[in-house]
């Protein structure tokens, strides 16, 4: 069975998403860049993986989630847990997105909440993201 295997990432809308990843650097110590930060941690599955937490601020007015805030899981196999989830009648929200950092898809809880869904390309995301972790 496909899986989640840990959050990827936390992301939430705000008036200032600058101001935010400043007030966290300066008040709370995250090393924060435009992106926001990532926290590293290693995969229970496969501990010599390293393992991100993406924290992102995101304009109030974005269109890229609806609602305040949505949670990024990373997943073992994207392309079996979404024939499993349609197999149990959860439909797709949008397209799947290819990255060179991984592939996404969306689907909604049973409250409408969005859920984003990604199999990360460790190797790429590793490059993207070094030097700016937690």
């Known amino acids: 069975m496909a ?67 949505m949670v990024n899981y990373r997943v073992d196999n994207l392309e079996a847990l979404l024939a499993e989830l349609a197999s149990s009648g959860i439909t797709l929200v949008g397209e799947v997105q290819k990255e060179v950092y991984g592939i996404f898809a969306h689907v909604s809880d049973p409250e409408g909440n969005l859920i984003e869904l990604w199999q990360p390309n460790e190797a790429e995301y590793d490059k993207i993201v070094e030097g700016r972790t937690f």
């Open 3 to 69: 899986r989640v295997v840990g959050v990827g990432g936390v992301f939430f809308k705000c008036d200032d998403p600058q101001k935010q990843r400043h007030w966290y650097r300066e008040h709370l110590g995250l090393n924060t860049d435009d992106y926001g930060t990532n926290f590293i941690s290693r995969l229970e599955s496969n501990p010599e993986v390293r393992s991100y937490l993406q924290w992102s601020p995101f304009q109030r007015d974005s269109t890229y989630f609806p609602g305040q805030m």
